[in-house]
T-cell receptor, first 106, second 121 residues
Framework: DIQLTQSPATLPASVGDTVSITCRASQSVSHWLAWYRQRPGKAPELLVYKSSTLQSGAPSRFGGSGSGTEFTLTVTDLQPDDFATYYC?????????FGQGTKVEI | EVQLVQSGPELKKPGDSVKIFCKGS????????IGWVRHMPGKGLDWMGV????????RYSPSFRGQVTISADMSMSTAYLEFDDLKASDTAIYYC??????????????WGQGTLITVSS
């Protein structure tokens, strides 16, 4: 199975900040990586797929990059709704596991 | 509008069985993979498995194979997640989510609202 490691686990930030989250895969997943945001008490929401493609309806302040084993999600101009937990997911192969999550907190 | 509507919360005792459902609408149910994701209290997301309703092709995470059963009924546009012999450690919110059409290269673009299963004596 492919393991995904996110860093950092916790990310202190303020409204208006720009933050970056890293996701490293134990083997290449090409560009088959997605990012999700999960707000407290809510279902996850797809933000980015295929490493860098913004999902329809997702705010343009979210951006993804990377390929192979290293990927980054960048959030510019943090908004109150963005204080949440973020997960990467590889879908190159089964099982299409998630990373352990990064909590962006005030 | 694509929607996934899940069944309501369940309160069960250890050793009980339960089958929760996820009803899809607003798209051709049989042609998209649909998956289940566990969210235990205070923990991350766990990918459990997926099913392609068109032919019932089902793939499980090794962590969940033999522990749960995923199924689907095309005629009802509904997917199911079934547990036998529940344990306290099965207490979690379970989400269904829509995967891709056809061949699996599968992120989840639409999610259900989640079903809380609580297992307590």
């Amino acid at each position: 199975d492919i393991q995904l490691t996110q860093s950092p686990a916790t990310l202190p930030a303020s409204v208006g900040d720009t933050v970056s989250i890293t996701c490293r895969a134990s083997q290449s997943v090409s560009h088959w990586l997605a990012w999700y945001r999960q707000r407290p008490g809510k279902a996850p929401e797809l933000l980015v797929y295929k490493s860098s493609t913004l999902q329809s309806g997702a705010p343009s302040r979210f951006g993804g990059s990377g390929s192979g084993t290293e990927f980054t999600l960048t959030v510019t101009d943090l908004q109150p709704d963005d204080f949440a937990t973020y997960y990467c997911q590889q879908y190159d192969s089964f099982p299409s596991d998630f990373g352990q999550g990064t909590k962006v907190e005030i | 509008e694509v929607q996934l509507v899940q069944s309501g919360p369940e309160l069960k005792k250890p050793g009980d069985s339960v089958k929760i459902f996820c009803k899809g609408s607003g798209y051709t149910f049989r042609t998209f993979w649909i998956g289940w994701v566990r969210h235990m209290p205070g923990k991350g997301l766990d990918w459990m498995g997926v099913i392609y309703p068109g032919d019932s092709d089902t793939r499980y995470s090794p962590s969940f194979r033999g522990q749960v059963t995923i199924s689907a009924d095309m005629s009802m546009s509904t997917a199911y997640l079934e547990f036998d012999d529940l344990k306290a450690s099965d207490t979690a919110i379970y989400y269904c989510a829509r995967g891709p059409p056809g061949v699996w290269h599968g992120f989840f673009d639409f999610w259900g609202q989640g079903t809380l299963i609580t297992v307590s004596s």
